[in-house]
Every structure is written in C-alpha cells, then in structure tokens.
C-alpha cells in the first residue's frame, strides 16, 4: 500500500519563480515528515524536515508546510534556480518506528 | 568528516545467484538503514539496524539479510536473486536508533540477467 503518494511526476517553473510539491498521506500515526532531494547517479539528500506538532518549517528558500486534517504537506522553493532541478522525495514515519515511507519523487526542472 | 560510503557501485549477477552489498555510516552514526528504489518509484524500505541488532524491518522476504559491525558498517545480503531484485539499493545513517533525519549514501545499482 501507498502510504505517501506524490502526485505530480513532474513539475517545471521559471527561474526566479516559486516552485510548489505536493505530497499527500494516508497514515494518520505519521508524525515526522522530510523532503529529500536527488541528483542523478547521487543519494538523496536531506533538505527540511517538519514535526506533527507544527505546521511550518523555514530554511533558507525552503518551506515545508503541514496541514494534518487533510494530510498534506507541500514543498516551497522561492526563489526557484536552476541548480534546484532534481527529482524531489516526499518522506514520512512514525518516530518511534523505524519504517520510512517514501513517496515516488517529482521531477522538478527549473528553467533559466 | 566523512558521509555514508556503499561499495561496489554497479553489479550485475544471474538469477539464483547470492549478492552482499557493503555500506559505511556516517562518523558518528550508530544506526544503518537499507532501501530498495525500482525505476520510477521512491525508495522503500528493507530494514534497519540498530547496536548490532535489526531494529525493524519492511515487507521484503528473509532471503534479504543484514549485518551491523561494531563500527557500524553493515551489509545487506541477497540470496536467491530474482529479476525484479534489479534495482537502486540505498543505505542510510542516523545517530539514533529511530526518529531521527537519515543521510543517504549514493547507492548500489544491482542489475540481475
């Protein structure tokens, strides 16, 4: 079963604009969610990371958003550069476990 | 410092064949993760290892096994490999044993012919 699902394969923004993923999940025992991004032929890697008990998370350009009743977060990018292309992972667990469920990543290309 | 390190970095072996893939934590990391990513999909996991001890595990049949060292490294076995084992195998540390954010070594890619 799917627990995280990202919807859109692929996303493509202007440079300078804001980029937005989506990512929803079906596991209401969820409390920790990340987002991951990947370069090819590299692992991911670690960008931001939001707890249950808020419902933003700020670094940098990057803003993570949770909104537990619809069980949603999105991925805020502003503003988008062209280094930012890369195949974005939306994550999540239950902290006491150790199960990380991924989502199946959107390619994100931002143009110049 | 150095970040999570996985050995070798592409294999190819025949089905019914037995295959160990090797990982380094990060300095200071205690804990080791092992994912599978098929093409297109995101990464899912295997299992985890925690002090030398498997400290969860996915829905990934007992012919997958794994080992933690007292320095942390781990391996991830394979036996009786099957085609749809062919996949991106990722390895990640955390400092504790769960909860916490993983860092992502760059992956084995395991071809089965």
């Known amino acids: 079963d799917q627990q995280v699902k990202q919807n859109s394969p692929s996303l493509s923004v202007q440079e300078g604009r804001i980029s937005i993923l989506n990512c929803d999940y079906t596991?209401?025992?969820?409390?920790?969610f990340l987002w991951y991004k990947k370069y090819p032929a590299e692992g991911p890697t670690f960008l931001i990371s939001?707890?249950?008990?808020?419902d933003k998370n700020e670094d940098g350009r990057f803003t993570v958003f949770l909104n537990k009743s619809a069980k949603h977060l999105s991925l805020h990018i502003v503003p988008s550069q062209p280094g930012d292309s890369a195949v974005y992972f939306c994550?999540?667990?239950?902290?006491?476990?150790?199960?990380?469920?991924f989502g199946a990543g959107t390619r994100l290309t931002v143009k110049p | 410092e150095t970040g999570v390190t996985q050995s070798p970095t592409h294999l190819i072996k025949t089905r019914g064949q037995q295959v160990t893939l090797r990982c380094s934590s990060q300095?200071?990391?205690?804990?080791v993760s092992w994912y599978q990513q098929a093409l297109g999909q995101g990464p899912q996991f295997i299992f985890q290892?925690?002090?030398?001890?498997?400290?969860g595990r996915g829905n990934f049949p007992p012919r997958f096994s794994g080992l933690q060292f007292p320095n942390y490294s781990s391996e991830l076995n394979v036996n009786a490999l099957e085609l749809d084992d062919s996949a991106l195998y990722l390895c990640?540390?955390?400092?504790?044993?769960?909860?916490?954010?993983?860092?992502f070594g760059p992956g084995t890619r395991l071809t089965v012919l």
């Open positions: 994550a999540a667990s239950v902290r006491v476990n150790n199960d990380m469920r």
């Open positions: 596991n209401s025992m969820f409390d920790y």
């Open positions: 939001i707890s249950s008990i808020k």
């Open positions: 300095s200071g990391h205690n804990t």
């Open positions: 290892y925690y002090r030398e001890e498997e400290n």
């Open positions: 990640a540390s955390q400092i504790s044993g769960g909860g916490d954010t993983q860092y």
